[in-house]
């Protein structure tokens, strides 16, 4: 048989299957089928996926046997050849478990007529979804920083365009409470609100896991499967969590074939870059990688003031900026905790009727998290040395040789020595007025003869040393 004839006996049997099903199903799964060779009664069809294999295997193998015994004849064997690796172009061939079977007479009909080919599998849409989104999570309350800016920038470019950008997928990872769940809330939100009758589900990892071992358990993976290629915009968050379950994998594999194929929008959050993902099958990692990959790092120290502006505006919080400053500094994991600590705050606050002063902020972030010393820089010593003087600061960096900015400078620099070990003399030279090597060594030297003898340089040295502690 010529490849000519096998090609037209293959479309006389897409023909019958056509008549068969609906459009949907049969532009779904049977029109992406090629006849890939026919020999001593083995009819071997082309498929793109493992997927589409299963599902025609499951669901429509009746139909298609039938149609093969009118066209092909009697004792025909039906395999398949399974593109397995679309960019390598490996292929694997199966054997079909069933049998090509004579079908229902039907006279001369063209219809073959082989009972209910719709599966009851597939699911009527259901048009009042819940996506299961957080209404408080929207752009709005979402504080932009630098640790955000590329993501926030890629999620509202989603929303506007869903499916149609080049971030599909967006895969956003981070540590836990960076924000990565509210920016894709947001995604959802907005795009509910731009296009209502999308189909937007956020849904987590663990959800889903649970919702499949289910499925397997009540035999209803079918349902399963088409309810989850019924949705335009799938957030799946917290992905890690398939890490080691392989037949997970396994389907999450096909429903992101089928959405992605199909212009849908995939979103997903991770604590960590897919290249780390040790125990997820590298054909997922894979497609992970296809659209953009962004990080959200901690929020930095201008990011958590702001964090902590908004929140106490939008609660109605009475804090005091010197309060805030102290927080945003010494609250610096997440934005989870710095907003924790701020409902500590106010519950302490209200609970004893007084006010969130520094007193009351030192107490709650003392036991709620470890309170880190600053490192001392040649700046805060300069700074409370020339305080101390009542001198410029910038009088020290200069040329200037008056009496009292000399000593400021010398002083700066005796300390300087002292409490930054690991400043050379010639680094801190650099930074105290550009001077070089000798000039430091000569200042700490003269620095030290006179607190052998002067105490009102031993004094000056132990206040300014005092300051620099509660600095």
């Known amino acids: ?20 099903v609906d459009r949907a199903v049969f532009d779904t799964w049977f029109a992406c089928t090629k006849p890939a060779s026919y020999a001593n009664k083995v009819l071997t069809l082309f498929v793109p996926s493992q997927y589409v294999y299963e599902h025609i295997e499951n669901n429509y193998v009746d139909l298609l046997s039938a149609v093969i ?23 694997m061939d199966q054997q079909s478990e069933h049998q090509t079977k004579k079908p229902h007479s039907v006279g001369s009909e063209t219809k073959v007529l082989v009972g209910n080919t719709t599966p009851p599998s597939v699911p009527v849409p259901v048009r009042d979804l819940d996506p299961m989104l957080r209404s408080n999570y929207s752009f709005d309350n979402f504080i932009e920083g630098l640790s ?19 971030f599909n997928p967006l895969f956003l990872y981070g540590a836990s409470g960076v924000g990565k769940t509210h920016l894709a809330n947001a995604i959802g939100l907005k795009v509910k609100e731009l296009y209502p009758e999308k189909r937007v589900l956020y849904v987590s990892a663990h959800l889903f896991k ?5 499925s397997v358990r009540k035999n209803t993976v079918n349902d399963f499967i088409n309810f989850y290629q019924s949705i335009d915009v799938l957030i799946i968050d917290d992905i890690q969590e398939f890490v080691g379950v392989e037949k997970t994998q396994n389907t999450f594999f096909h429903i992101f074939n089928h959405l992605h194929q199909n212009g849908k929008q995939l979103i997903m959050t991770c604590d960590r870059p897919p290249v780390m993902l040790q125990g997820i099958e590298e054909r997922l990692i894979t497609r992970f990688k296809w659209g953009l990959t962004a990080e959200i790092e901690r929020p930095n120290l201008d990011l958590r003031r702001s964090i902590l502006e908004d929140k106490v505006r939008r609660e109605g919080i009475a804090v005091a900026p010197r309060v805030l400053d102290y927080v945003a500094e010494n609250v610096t994991d997440s934005v989870r905790e710095l907003e924790g600590i701020l409902i500590s705050l106010h519950a302490h606050s209200a609970l004893y009727g007084r006010e969130i002063d520094m007193t009351l902020a030192e107490r709650v972030i003392s036991k709620a998290v470890r309170v880190m010393e600053k490192e001392l820089t040649v700046d805060d010593i300069v700074n409370s040395t020339c305080e101390y003087y009542h001198v410029k600061t910038d009088s020290v960096f200069s040329s200037s040789r008056k009496r009292d900015i000399v000593l400021a400078r010398q002083v ?7 409490h930054l070990p690991s400043l050379s003399l010639v680094r801190i030279g650099q930074c105290i007025g550009s001077k070089d090597h000798s000039t430091v060594l000569h200042a700490c030297r003269t ?25």
């Not at 030290?448 to 300051?467: H, M, R, S, T, Y």
């Open 447 to 471: 620095i030290e003869d006179q607190l052998e003898i002067n105490k009102i340089v031993e004094q000056a040295i132990d206040e300014i040393e005092a300051k620099l502690k509660t600095r």
């Open 69 to 91: 015994y009118r066209i092909f004849g009697e004792d025909t064997v039906l395999n398949y050849r399974v593109l397995t690796d679309r960019q390598n172009q490996l292929v």
């Open 148 to 166: 955000n800016r590329l993501p926030r920038a890629a999620a509202e470019s989603i929303a506007q365009k869903p499916g149609k950008t080049v």
């Open 1 to 20: 048989m010529t490849e000519t004839q096998l090609v037209g006996l293959w479309n006389k049997c897409l023909q019958i299957i056509h008549s068969n």
């Open 412 to 418: 700066s620099m005796y300390l300087a020595h002292k």
């Open 210 to 214: 649970v919702q499949y071992t289910d």
